[in-house]
């Protein structure tokens, strides 16, 4: 008996222990915030998996409201923030109440692609990433929000203009957007200081004069770690647009080996190999490891990183990137608003242009996850403009963001690309020699793709 | 011996519910499957009946999926043929070292090498990239206080043959424990007396491992490998997670591949057929292997 009881204990304490692993897993998982064309946002699988709806807060009188089921990806520490403007929104509304759903991140795509695939548990609208609307608008999958703006008194003037005519597609409003989510520079204050450096880089000079001053390689201390694999997705385009190309052309056919695409590489490249601002081999994630610790001083990343630094309580600064080569221009994905072209009841449309017209007026408390939001009004008001730690920074970049070449499944045409400047940048490989073969990879993928 | 009706319908009410089950869970997907890479379907809802064209283009050379196949395989059999020999020698290993044991320090070394195999893919990628980060990993920092390669890092994800290491090192930290198990209980099953007469006859401990403990848990082995076989070939999360298929497309697995041509390119169909294929060489291997273990006894 007395055994038996030992057993029991030691049970449980090797069940608390696995379940505090797991806890610790999920806190401190990567940047779950976002991005389309990236494996990477493992979000901690587990406990976000359950989806999570909001309570009903239509209380006695949700019997007769229309109930519309809005799917997101906000699996990370941004689930809360959209939570917040969805329980608003259902509060003050007496018609309809908006059933909020979290669905992984990680798997988002894939279980939207099951309930297309199998029209079952279709959301009544959903969020998408802007540079995934063309892969489904190709499929006729998604309704054109012209009608449904009208209707609801939603202007195409109301956001910024990138976002909207990015998710113009054929003359047609296909989704309405949130946020733009651009490349930021984050610094960290601390080592600037010491390093008496007073302002943050603004140019390729800037940047590389600060980069070798904060760089100690004998204290394990760079001033800038280049990533070899993810954010490459939102770099090495930015510095591509910042010489006027483009990695695909105006047919969409893609363009991944000009000259300003080598000359972006092979900067990149410099800094490792040349100028030794960063450690060589990078993992992944290993730009972050070392700027959380304070051993990078300056990395690329997007706003959905905010989280993690606060928690860490790091002293860090927010700037746009520098321009590096002849213009201002950055990479940036965009949440977005889209209803699935099924959907046919018109209460429920009349309910999602109704939620969209007021998250237009109230997406500040979005803004507050760190995102900068798409509503012009928004952006305006004060409340906006006091959130100077870093959303007012990312929306200083919303003149020139650059978004994925409007191509459906545009990922799998550059799947090859970001092995190619993987293999550059941890082998000091020809860059040109790397590029060609990404692009005639990239050929392939759109011949399969016809 | 002719049983009643009776005594039928008894035996086949218990065999009903694993057929169920077989029926909803294997043979439904496999036949959904086979169908799937018979067609060009965007996993959209729109599909049509292709024949054999999905396994036509994986066998063109010059075609996206037949890159993605070649591709994806070289990575999963160069996995394969690294991960089993350890798993199983270290299983066995563990399975002895922990037979050795006092009974009670056994169920304790029991419990935590079988410990990680109940933990999720996201936590152990979590824990060994912290451990096999290039400038801030846990082994990394530790060479350097033993002032080896402190010049430039080793890149354990970045670099080969390191990064095959490391795929291994961690897969064998997460899983060893099941087969571990099942070498514990094949051991169990050798009797006592054969190890007595042995030591009076004076064999020393690696002969008696030679000629008693290997020969007698031969059985079990050849479960455990093709166990192994299969599982090493359906790797997915390690290098998924991890080294995200790098450096370059070194560890880019057939899984990964399959994922993205469904899911990244929405051909379901040509996804289904490479899947299918994979199926049919981990069988063929699967089958090789069993021949050559059991190849003395048969003739």
Known sequence: MKKHQHRFGFAATILLLVMGLALAGCGGGKSSGDSSASPSSASPSGSSSSPASSPDNGGGKSGAKTEILFWTPFSGPDGPFMKSIVDGYNQQSDRFTIKFQIQPNGDYYKLLDNAFGTKKNMPDFMIMHLDSIPTYVKKDLLLPMDDLAAKAGIQKADFADAAVNCGTIDGKWMGIPLDIHPLIMYYNKDLFQAAGIAAPPTNMQEFLDAAKKLTDASKGQWGYVMPTQWPQQFLFPSLVYQQGADLADASGKPTLNTPEAVKALEFERSLIFEHKVSPQKVAQDGEVKLFLQGKNAIQFNGPWMKDQWDKAKLNYGVAPIPVFFDQPGVFAGSHNFVVPKSQTDQAKLDGIGDFLKYVAGHSLDWAKSGQAVASKAVLASAEFQALTQQQTEVAKEFDYVHFAPPVPNWGSYTGELYNQINLVLLNNGDAKKALDEAQAKAEQAAAANK | ?299
């Open chain 2, 1 to 299: 011996m002719k049983g009643s009706w009776k005594s039928k319908l008894t035996s086949g009410l218990f065999v009903l519910p694993y057929l169920l089950c077989f029926g909803v869970f294997l043979l439904y997907p496999l036949v959904s499957g086979l169908v799937l890479s018979l067609q060009n379907n965007d996993m959209l809802g729109t599909h049509e009946f292709v024949g054999f064209k999905n396994y036509k283009d994986i066998f063109t050379p010059g075609t996206y999926v037949h890159d993605s196949f070649v591709r994806g395989l070289w990575g999963t059999l160069k996995f394969v043929v690294y991960s089993v020999p350890v798993l199983i020698a270290v299983g066995l290993a563990l399975a002895l070292l922990v037979g050795a044991l006092t009974a009670k320090a056994r169920g304790l070394f029991r419990t935590v090498f079988f410990l990680p195999y109940a933990i999720s893919a996201t936590v152990m990628a979590t824990i060994w990239m912290r451990v096999f980060d290039t400038d801030s990993g846990f082994l990394n920092l530790m060479l350097d206080r033993l002032h080896i390669h402190r010049s430039q890092h080793i890149g354990w994800f970045t670099d080969t043959p390191w990064v095959w290491i490391a795929l291994v090192a961690s897969t064998v930290w997460w899983t060893i424990g099941f087969n571990m198990m099942l070498f514990i209980n094949g051991l169990n099953e050798v009797p006592e007396e054969l190890y007595e007469a042995a030591k009076i006859d004076g064999a020393s401990a690696w002969q008696r491992l030679i000629r008693i403990t290997l020969p007698s848990i031969k059985n079990v082995t050849a479960v455990v490998l093709i166990m192994t076989v299969i599982a090493s070939f359906n790797v997915f999360a390690q290098p998924n997670l991890m080294t995200r298929g790098g450096p370059g497309f070194e560890t880019n697995v057939m899984l990964m591949k399959v994922f993205d041509v469904a899911y990244g390119q929405h051909q379901g169909g040509a996804a289904s057929a490479m899947a299918i294929l994979l199926g049919l060489i981990m069988m063929a291997v699967s089958a090789i292997l069993y021949r050559l273990m059991f190849r003395k006894e048969a003739s």
